[in-house]
C-alpha cells in the first residue's frame, strides 16, 4: 500500500467525475485546465471528466506506448515507471534523439499473462495516463477495480485513441495533439507543447506541398507469424496509428474492398484475399525496432518466394514498406511520417531527414 508520503501528494488530487459513470461523457472536450489558487489547476477529459491537481504529478503510468511518448515529449522521462508491454514502446527511436533517452528495461511491465491491479498499488504513480475504459474493455477490469486504483493510489486522465475500430468507445475520441495537449496540462507543460505544434505543423506544411498527385492505395498488415502466411488487416482510419498515412493523403485499400478491421475482431487475411484486392503498396506493421536490412530478410524476400505473394503487384514493384508501430506520440510519429515517406514516395524523399533531430532534443531537454 501507499506510503505516507505517497497518501499525502495522493489527497491533493482528486477526480471530479464518478468513475462508474465512465459510460457516458462528462466533461468538454475542449476545455482548458484551469486553477483556482497558486498551484491549483484541474483537466477536463473524456471518459473521465475533471481532474483537479494540487500540484504537479511527479511520477506517472501510462499503458500505451503513444502516453509514454507525449510525457517523454513533454521532459517528463525521470518520472514514467512502468508501461503495457515494453517491446510495444518505440524508445529506440530516442536514440537519434540529443540528449533524450528512456531505457525500457527500467520500465515495468505491466502486462503478465493480465493486468492485476497489484501492480498499480507497486508503483503508486501520481497519475495514470490510461483510459479506464481500455482497462474494463481491453484488459477485463471491473468499473470497481478502476474505482478503487482511482481512490487509493491515483486518477486516471486518458482516452483511448489510438484506435477507431471499437464499439466501446462511443464517446468523443481525440487527435494525436488534442491528447498531447491534455496530457501538457496535466503536466502544466505548455510551451513545450507548443513548440512541438509548431515544429509538427512545419514538417507536415513541407511533406505534403511534396506530395505527388497521384496517391496510392495502400494495405497495412500485421503478420500473424513469423513467416508471414496471414496477416491482420488495419484500416486507415481517423486515429493516431494511422496518423503517418493519413498525414500523406494515401487511400486505405483494405476498407475501399470490404476487409474488416483486426481490432474490430474481424480475424486474418491470406495472399488469395490480398491477390484479389492487389493494392499498390502493402505496408507491414511491426513492434520493435526493424531495421530496413531485417525488413528485407524477414518480409520482403519472403513475400518474392512465396508462390502466391510474388503474383501480388506490390511485391513485383518493390512497394513493399515498413508500416511502422501501433502507438506513436508526438516524437514516434515524426520518424515514422519520416520512414513512411521514404518508402512510398522514394523519388522525392528517399533518404532525407525530414525533421530537426536536433531541435526535437532541445524541445525535450529545454535547451
Known amino acids: 500500500m501507499a506510503t505516507e508520503s505517497k497518501r499525502t501528494r495522493r489527497r491533493l488530487m482528486k477526480t471530479g467525475a464518478a468513475i462508474t459513470g465512465l459510460g457516458m461523457t462528462a466533461g468538454c472536450l475542449g476545455s482548458q485546465g484551469t486553477g483556482d489558487g497558486e498551484s491549483e489547476y484541474s483537466v477536463t477529459m473524456e471518459p473521465v471528466g475533471t481532474v483537479e491537481f494540487d500540484s504537479v504529478p511527479e511520477t506517472w503510468l501510462p499503458y500505451t506506448g503513444d502516453y509514454a511518448d507525449m510525457g517523454v515529449a513533454l521532459g517528463r522521462a525521470d518520472g514514467l515507471v512502468g508501461i503495457g508491454l515494453q517491446s510495444r514502446y518505440g524508445t529506440h527511436y530516442y536514440d537519434e534523439l540529443p540528449g533524450v533517452s528512456v531505457e525500457p528495461d527500467d520500465l515495468t511491465e505491466l502486462w503478465d499473462d493480465g493486468t492485476g491491479q497489484e501492480v498499480f498499488y507497486e508503483l503508486e504513480a501520481d497519475v495514470h495516463l490510461i483510459d479506464p475504459n481500455f482497462m474494463i474493455n481491453r484488459l477485463g477490469w471491473s468499473r470497481e477495480a478502476v474505482d478503487e486504483i482511482a481512490d487509493n493510489v491515483a486518477p486516471f486522465v486518458g482516452n483511448t485513441v489510438f484506435s477507431a475500430s471499437y464499439e466501446w468507445h462511443d464517446y468523443p475520441r481525440y487527435t494525436l495533439y488534442e491528447a498531447f495537449e491534455k496530457v501538457a496540462e496535466v503536466f502544466q507543460e ?116 512465396h508462390d502466391v505473394a510474388s503474383e501480388l503487384r506490390a511485391v513485383r514493384n518493390d512497394r513493399v514498406v515498413y508500416g511502422g508501430m501501433t502507438y506513436q506520440g508526438p516524437i514516434i510519429h515524426l520518424f515514422q511520417l519520416e520512414r513512411a515517406a521514404q518508402g512510398i514516395y522514394p523519388d522525392e524523399f528517399g533518404g532525407e531527414e525530414l525533421f530537426d533531430r536536433q531541435a526535437v532534443g532541445d524541445i525535450v531537454t529545454g535547451e
Not at 506530395?211 to 492505395?217: A, F, G, I, Y
Open 190 to 305: 505548455r510551451e513545450r507543447y507548443e513548440a512541438f505544434e509548431r515544429l509538427h505543423d512545419d514538417v507536415l506544411a513541407d511533406v505534403q506541398s511534396r506530395l505527388p498527385d497521384e496517391r496510392p492505395e495502400v494495405a497495412v498488415l500485421v503478420p500473424a507469424s513469423a513467416e508471414p502466411d496471414a496477416f491482420y488487416p488495419y484500416h486507415i482510419e481517423d486515429d493516431t496509428q494511422s496518423k503517418h498515412w493519413a498525414d500523406l493523403q494515401v487511400d486505405g485499400a483494405l476498407a475501399a474492398n470490404g476487409v474488416g478491421d483486426a481490432q474490430a475482431a474481424s480475424g486474418t487475411i491470406d495472399y488469395e484475399t490480398l491477390l484479389e484486392i492487389d493494392p499498390d503498396v502493402i505496408a507491414i506493421r511491426q513492434q520493435g525496432e526493424t531495421t530496413e536490412s531485417d525488413f528485407e530478410r524477414g518480409i520482403v524476400s519472403f513475400m518474392r518466394d
